[in-house]
């Protein structure tokens, strides 16, 4: 017990300093695309709060799941990946934009774990990267708005480099849930703003927080598998 409850705390720590360090990472590339006009990310507190809910989450369903504890590497793994996507979503959230200094940054990290045999494992990780770039990229060609200003397509370049980094994670077998489950989380909010709002399919919704919400929820069941494939 003792040394279950350390990796949850060393978790919690990861996972704050993560978020911190993300946000103060993102800061500079959303002025450099939105200009001086950009809003204020949102406070350090915040992300630090949301970060630790979300490993708190995590770590969690890991005992839901029946499964054994996970070590303390696996821990250290849920934290960095909690507080990192703390910061992907609440950036999106206020922002309506994806750095790629956070979206990099997350494959990035996902890759050299998956080297070090962390998670689902490398090749797992490579084509859960392919198929959650790809795939999108797929259905927002094919759905693309006409506008007066060309063709508009429905998913965003950062959406698909959060998918792609996202798949690094958790694998081929993974994503298809990352994405399930990010759809069944975006619908009450497209619910409530068609019916309150007046929202269209012309209006912009940021996908990133329901898919951070998604990878937390998923993760932990990638990491308490048996065997890795």
Request: with cysteine; proline share 7%.
């Amino acid at each position: 017990m003792p040394t279950e409850l350390l990796a949850w705390g060393l978790a919690g720590l990861m996972a704050m300093a993560s978020a911190w360090a993300a946000r103060s990472w993102a800061q500079p590339e959303v002025h450099h695309w939105l200009g001086p006009e950009a809003p204020r990310l949102f406070g350090a507190w915040l992300h630090l709060l949301l970060s630790v809910a979300f490993v708190a989450l995590a770590l969690t369903l890991t005992l839901g799941l029946g499964h054994q504890p996970l070590d303390t590497a696996d821990s250290l793994m849920l934290g960095l990946w909690s507080g990192l996507l703390t910061a992907c979503a609440l950036t999106d959230l206020r922002c309506r934009l994806l750095p790629d200094r956070l979206t990099l940054s997350l494959a990035g990290l996902g890759l050299v774990l998956a080297l070090l045999e962390r998670g689902p494992g490398l090749w797992q990780g490579l084509a859960g990267a392919l198929l959650g770039y790809g795939l999108p990229w797929l259905v927002g060609r094919l759905t693309q708005r006409k506008t007066n200003e060309g063709p508009q397509e429905s998913i965003g370049r950062g959406d698909l480099a959060l998918l792609g980094a996202m798949g690094l994670w958790v694998g081929f077998s993974g994503l298809p849930l990352v994405l399930v489950v990010g759809t069944l989380l975006m619908l009450p909010l497209v619910a409530w703003g068609m019916l309150r709002r007046g929202w269209t399919r012309a209006t912009a919704l940021p996908l990133g927080p329901s898919l951070c919400l998604a990878g937390v929820l998923v993760l932990p069941w990638v990491l308490t598998q048996p065997t890795a494939p």
